[in-house]
């Protein structure tokens, strides 16, 4: 469910509580490569009765919301009064939807988790100035329709996860806990609203403040005569990782379903969940500020707690900070947990180690300006470029809501590439090009030049390039700089990160066993990173999800589409139908060019591109 921020908000929360009943000669200098080479709180007091310091919530329907959400960053500007949001909860099948404590009402909050044995909220609050605004509440969810017929040729399969649009219960019965232990409970669904951009993370080391935010937490529950919570690495991944999206994506919201991932451990006395942000670096007033609302105060002092793990995320937007605390109770505690973050089962230990150098860490922090694209050769990520049979380099730019205008060459020379990308890979605000030669086997890039043109190539990689199947985008999460992902003819897939004009001689293995035809990087399910999609010869098209990371996610690898075998180039498009819009331009042998929007997390209806296409393909 997504939940839009409106206004500034400087101390935002959320809380979620799971408790059971027991717990060639181009326009300008170029010359290519010649062809010998708010608050949210979903738990306190109930709706009639905010708890103390907050105002009042206003209850507002999804259907009501302006038809463009603003961001974050551009509402900073307005400040208001903190509050706390009304939830509607949608039943699960469970009995266990409603959030007022044995009422059966649907947008009450208890004070305390059902287990009533919490001791009361501290209503010290601490030094954060409280700047806030009302955040439109979830919509009742509808019920999952039922599965889908089979894909047709030439579509995506149905998509037969029930709908992400709801929250989940703050309550869990038993046997939800119990399905969560042995299998049987249904993954929860993914995020379904498109995904702005990751390029707002700053990837600092949070160990200092992860293990003041455990400390924090313990101080408190000791101070109230409860026993000290005890840490797991596991958990804490799972918490990192949400940090990370929702961060990346400037929207509050609890991950549904929490409790049933893998990560969780198989919890049998209750779970919970707490989120926060600020503006300023301190994770003392995430936890003073939860301290401060009855229900997330229950949840730090939940007795039948004993084991957490923790998320922060930075960001060099207006909300620096974000906090994920995920808590869990467990008849016997897993193995690995150890007594704080970085220690031992034994010894309390520090804070986490520094973090292992990556090849995704940035060389350096890239901002671009912001340049007048009217007279460059290409204007906008959602342009259609295209190599036609004589070589000749053509761009149609994007006129708005997926309409193009008139081809016009933009550069020659090019029959003997194998695959051109447009990309800003130097992120000086103007789009460049990456070229692939089968003549040469060289990568080279052309700067692109705001004023119109390109300059004259470089070479960034020297032979052996055209053995290879590429991508290039925002693969890594904590770095604004493109990078290449390249499949070699045994399957293996590694990451070449960005160095400039540096010779790409640095990789790394992200995964290996892939088959195909072709690869095209994209944010396919609108979670904030760039997926993997290959094209495999039988018109399948598997999909290999991104984290943000130089490894993938060890899990099964869905299709997401079949009958794609007549796919002759893939460009990968944004901004085409709305801002932030994500999709792909598909070249079939039909000449038809085909766009496939993605901006839901699953691929729509596919709309036709207008043009003669003929003898083209697509550059990505």
Not at 184 to 210: C, G, Y
Not at 262 to 277: N, Y
Request: proline share 9%.
């Amino acid at each position: 469910m997504k939940k839009w921020l409106a206004h500034a908000v400087v101390g935002t929360l959320c809380t979620v509580a799971l408790v059971s009943s027991s717990s060639g000669a181009l326009t300008g200098s170029f010359q290519p490569e010649p062809s010998s080479g708010s608050t949210l709180s979903a738990a306190g007091q109930p709706a009639s009765a905010p708890p103390d310091n907050y105002p009042p919530v206003t209850s507002q329907k999804d259907a009501d919301l302006p038809e463009a959400k603003d961001s974050l960053r551009e509402q900073a500007r307005d400040a208001g009064a903190s509050r706390s949001e009304d939830f509607h909860a949608a039943d699960d099948g469970g009995g266990a939807a409603s959030m007022g404590p044995s009422t059966g009402s649907s947008d009450g909050f208890p004070d305390a988790p059902a287990a009533g044995n919490a001791p009361p909220a501290d209503t010290t609050r601490g030094p954060d100035p409280a700047l806030a605004s009302p955040l439109p509440p979830a919509a009742p969810a509808p019920a999952p329709s039922a599965p889908a017929d089979p894909p047709a040729q030439g579509t995506p399969p149905a998509d037969t996860k029930p709908s992400p649009n709801w929250i989940p219960a703050l309550s869990a019965t038993d046997r939800q806990l119990a399905d969560s232990m042995v299998g049987t409970a249904a993954a929860p669904p993914e995020p379904e609203e498109p995904l702005p951009s990751t390029q707002a993370l700053v990837k600092d080391s949070n160990a200092a403040d992860i293990l003041k935010l455990f400390n924090l937490i313990n101080e408190y529950r000791v101070s109230k005569g409860l026993a000290p919570l005890k840490y797991h690495a596991t958990v804490a991944g799972m918490a990192q990782e949400w940090s990370d999206s929702i961060a990346s994506r400037e929207v509050i919201e609890h991950r549904a379903n929490f409790w049933l991932d893998p990560r969780a451990l198989s919890p049998d006395k209750g779970a919970g969940e707490v989120i926060s942000i600020n503006t300023i670096r301190d994770p003392a007033l995430l936890v003073n500020w939860w301290k401060g609302s009855p229900g997330h105060n229950a949840l730090l002092l939940d007795p039948r707690f004993n084991v957490m793990g923790a998320g922060i995320t930075y960001t060099d937007s207006t909300y620096k900070i974000w906090g994920v605390v995920n808590f869990f109770g467990y008849s016997t505690l897993p193995a690995g947990t150890t007594t704080a973050p970085g220690g031992s089962t034994t010894d309390p230990g520090g804070a986490f180690p520094a973090p292992p150098p990556s090849l995704c860490d940035p060389t350096a922090k890239h901002m671009p300006p912001t340049l007048d694209l009217s007279a460059a050769s290409i204007n906008s990520a959602a342009d259609i470029v295209t190599v036609n049979a004589s070589g000749q380099l053509l761009n149609r730019p994007s006129t708005g809501a997926g309409t193009y205008g008139a081809a016009r060459a933009i550069g020659s020379g090019f029959g003997s590439a194998k695959e051109v990308f447009t990309t800003d890979w130097d992120r000086d605000g103007a789009y460049d090009l990456l070229t692939q030669w089968n003549s040469t086997g060289n990568l080279t890039l052309h700067r692109g030049l705001a004023g119109g043109g390109f300059q004259s190539p470089l070479t960034l990689g020297n032979g052996g390039w055209d053995s290879l199947k590429l991508a290039v985008g925002g693969w890594c999460a904590n770095n604004r700089m493109p990078q290449i992902l390249a499949l070699d003819t045994a399957g293996n897939v590694y990451l070449y990160p960005n160095r400039g004009v540096a010779d790409l001689a640095t990789r790394v293995l992200v995964t290996s066993g892939v088959t195909a035809a072709r690869i095209t990087m994209v944010d396919y399910n609108a979670d904030g990173f760039e997926d993997v999609l290959a094209f495999r010869t039988d018109g399948a098209v598997v999909l290999y999800r991104g984290v943000g990371t130089t490894v993938l996610p060890a899990e099964i690898r869905a299709t997401v589409a079949t009958g794609w075998q007549d796919v002759t180039s893939v460009r990968p498009l944004r901004d085409v139908t709305a801002l932030n819009s994500t999709g792909l331009a598909l070249r079939r042998g039909t000449d038809v060019l085909q766009y496939w929007d993605l901006s839901s997390g699953k691929f729509a209806s596919p709309s036709s591109i207008a043009g003669t296409w003929a003898g083209q393909r697509l550059a990505q």
